[in-house]
C-alpha cells in the first residue's frame, strides 16, 4: 500500500485489531484455555489491546501524510538555493540541452561549384521527356539563353536523340562575319568591349576569325540579339518593324505582268513613316517611279526602302534608330493612290516582307 492511501491503512490496522481480538478471545467466555488467562483476565487484555491498535489508527493517517511530504520534493527550494546552485542542480538532475555535446552533429554544407568565366559551347543529345526548360535548368542558364543559341528549332517539338547547342553561360552567341570587330559588336549589343575580350578568352582582340562563335554576356545581350535582322549564319529573321500601320493593298509577288518586290500599305497622305531598324541612311530623294525615296543600309547586305513620300525627313550618311520617323507617305512616282511602299533586300536581292515583318 502506498503512503498516499490513509484511509486504506487505517482501514486495515483496523482489520488487524479485529482479528487479533478474535484470536486472543477465541474460545468460550467461561472456560479458560489450556495454560490461558481466566476470563476476567481475558477481557481486559482483549480491551488493552484494541486500545493499542486503536492508537495506531488514529496516527495512521498523520504518518501516511509525513511519508508523502518527505517523498514529494518542496518547490521553494530552488527559491532558496544561490542561482549557480539552482542552475547546477537543474543541470545535474535533467541535462543540459543546450550542451553541445548532446546535439547531432551538423551535415556539412554542399558545396556549390563556381560559375564559369570562360565561354564553352556544348553538345547536347535531347533525352525523352526533356524540354529547354529543364536543359536550361540543368546547365544553369536560362531558357531565353538556350533558345537563341538554337535558333530555328522549334522547341515545342523536341525529339529524341536531337542534337542542340549549348553555352556553359548565359548571354547571345554571335557568328563573326568579314568585317566585324570588336566595337562593332559592343556597340550592337550595348556591352562592355573588356567583357567580350574576357568571357572569350581572346588573345588578339584587333583580329576575329570570320565564322568563329562568341558569347556576348549578359541580359542585355539577348535583348540586343532579339532585334538582329539575321541569325548566326546569315539567314534574315523576323526582326524587322513595320514602317507604317495599315491595310496591304498590294502584295510581294507578280503583278500586272511583272515582278512587284515589295509590299503596298495603304495610309493617308502625311502619315509618319518609321524605320524598320536601327541603320544609316544611304540614299534619300527622288528616284524615278520610286518618287520621294529613302533607303537604309542596315549591315551586313541588308537594306530596306521607303517609297512614294510627300516629304523626307532625313539625309544621306544620317543614323537612324528603330522607330524614328524617317518621312512622310504620300503618293509620288508611280502611284495609283497614297501609301508606303516597302521593300526588305538582302545582298541587292528583294524579298518577301510579309515573312520578316513581327
Not at 104 to 128: D, I, M, N, Y
Not at 247 to 267: N, Q, T
Amino acid at each position: 500500500m502506498e503512503a498516499r492511501t490513509p484511509r486504506s491503512v487505517a482501514a486495515l490496522l483496523f482489520a488487524v485489531a479485529l482479528l487479533t481480538a478474535v484470536t486472543v478471545g477465541g474460545g468460550r467466555r467461561d472456560l479458560p484455555a489450556e495454560g490461558g488467562p481466566a476470563p476476567a483476565d481475558e477481557w481486559r487484555l482483549t480491551h488493552e489491546v484494541y486500545q493499542d491498535v486503536y492508537a495506531q489508527v488514529a496516527q495512521a493517517p498523520e504518518v501516511a501524510l509525513a511519508r508523502e511530504a518527505e517523498a514529494t520534493p518542496d518547490p521553494s527550494l530552488d527559491a532558496r538555493l544561490p542561482a549557480d546552485e539552482a542552475v547546477e542542480t537543474l543541470i545535474t538532475d535533467r541535462g543540459d540541452p543546450a550542451d553541445p555535446a548532446q546535439e547531432a552533429p551538423a551535415e556539412p554544407a554542399a558545396e556549390v561549384p563556381a560559375p564559369p568565366t570562360r565561354f564553352e559551347l556544348l553538345k547536347h543529345s535531347v533525352q525523352r521527356g526533356e524540354s529547354f526548360w529543364t536543359i536550361a535548368r540543368q546547365y544553369g542558364i536560362d531558357v531565353d539563353t538556350l533558345t537563341a543559341a538554337n535558333e530555328g528549332i522549334d522547341p515545342t517539338r523536341l525529339q529524341p536523340g536531337q542534337q542542340i547547342v549549348v553555352p556553359n553561360m548565359k548571354g547571345a552567341l554571335h557568328t563573326v562575319a568579314q568585317g566585324d570587330t570588336l566595337w562593332d559588336l559592343a556597340r550592337l549589343y550595348q556591352t562592355d568591349l573588356q567583357e567580350i575580350v574576357r568571357v572569350n578568352g581572346l588573345e588578339d582582340p584587333s583580329r576575329l576569325r570570320p565564322g568563329t562563335v562568341l558569347l556576348i554576356p549578359g541580359a542585355q545581350a539577348l535583348v540586343a540579339q532579339r532585334l538582329l535582322l539575321v541569325d548566326s549564319n546569315g539567314r534574315l529573321r523576323r526582326a524587322f518593324d513595320w514602317p507604317v500601320r495599315g491595310r496591304i493593298s498590294s502584295r510581294f509577288g507578280p503583278r500586272w505582268g511583272r515582278m512587284h518586290e515589295g509590299l503596298d500599305i495603304a495610309v493617308n497622305t502625311g502619315t509618319p513613316v518609321r524605320a524598320s531598324a536601327d541603320g544609316v541612311v544611304r540614299f534619300a530623294g527622288w528616284n524615278g517611279g520610286y518618287g520621294y525615296l529613302v533607303v537604309i543600309d542596315h549591315g551586313r547586305g541588308i537594306e530596306t526602302r521607303y517609297a512614294h513620300n510627300s516629304r523626307i525627313l532625313v539625309r544621306r550618311g544620317q543614323r537612324v534608330k528603330r522607330g524614328e520617323v524617317i518621312a512622310l507617305s504620300g503618293s509620288t512616282g508611280n502611284s495609283t493612290g497614297p501609301h508606303v511602299h516597302f521593300e526588305i533586300r538582302q545582298n541587292g536581292k528583294a524579298v518577301d516582307p510579309l515573312r520578316y515583318l513581327r
